[in-house]
């Protein structure tokens, strides 16, 4: 059964930094990874998907990385700012079904 | 960029009322799903619908659960007898194909408050 784990719970960073949430999961047979944004009380917003042949993938200020065999992603975000305060969560692709990580809850100090 | 809807966002009810989740897919799509999230805790899968059939099903989605399509645009997820550890936001998702490695859009939940 798979096993998706998030590290750390949770981070607090001061606004500019740059930082890395890293995701683990047990199985690699995987179609895909996501990377998802919730907000407290709120829905998923997808940030990125990489499909399970490549290694990774830039949107703006964030940039996933996938190694697939290790069974290890992480998402990396640049000068981060107030507003990245969130609860990140990365789900892996496997039959059909999403499972998800517990999540990195991020606050990102002004 | 296309959005999966889903209403109402906030519900209440008595334990053992029956309750109806509503959502519309992306027009187009074909692979429909239901997930939830108790607070705290991590997202997890309920069951995934095609072709006015249910695919694949979790543990969790037990006789108290079913799911419709009762015309071409809704989705339902329907909760029998509610009981409190129902008490959960309920996503719907959708996928353009049912491919594996395709993307599922998500809607924005439904907070189901079971009392």
């Known amino acids: 059964k798979q096993e998706v784990t998030q590290i750390p719970a949770a981070l607090s960073v001061p606004e500019g930094e740059n930082l890395v949430l890293n995701c683990s999961f047990t199985?690699?047979?995987?179609?895909?990874l996501q990377w998802f944004r919730q907000d407290p009380g709120k829905g998923l917003t997808s940030l990125l998907l990489i499909q399970s042949s490549q290694r990774e993938q830039t949107s703006g200020r964030l940039n996933a990385s996938l190694d697939k065999s290790s069974g290890r992603s992480t998402l990396y975000i640049a000068a981060s700012q107030p507003g990245d305060s969130a609860t990140y969560l990365c789900a892996v692709s496997s039959a059909r079904q999403l499972t998800f990580g517990s999540g990195t809850q991020l606050t990102v100090l002004p | 960029e296309p959005e999966v809807t889903q209403t109402p966002s906030h519900q209440v009810t008595q334990m053992g009322q029956e309750v109806i989740l509503r959502c519309v897919p992306i027009s187009n799509h074909l692979y429909f799903y239901w997930y939830r999230q108790i607070l705290g805790q991590k997202v997890e899968f309920l069951v995934s619908?095609?072709?006015?059939?249910?695919?694949?099903k979790s543990e969790i989605f037990d006789d108290q659960f079913s799911v419709e399509r009762p015309d071409g645009s809704n989705f339902t997820l329907k909760i029998r007898s509610t009981k409190l550890e129902d008490s959960a936001m309920y996503f719907c998702?959708?996928?353009?194909?049912?491919?594996?490695?395709?993307?599922?859009?998500f809607g924005s939940g439904t907070q189901l408050s079971v009392l």
């Open positions: 619908f095609y072709n006015n059939e249910i695919s694949e």
């Open positions: 199985d690699s047979a995987i179609y895909n």
């Open positions: 998702a959708s996928g353009a194909t049912g491919a594996p490695n395709e993307k599922l859009f």
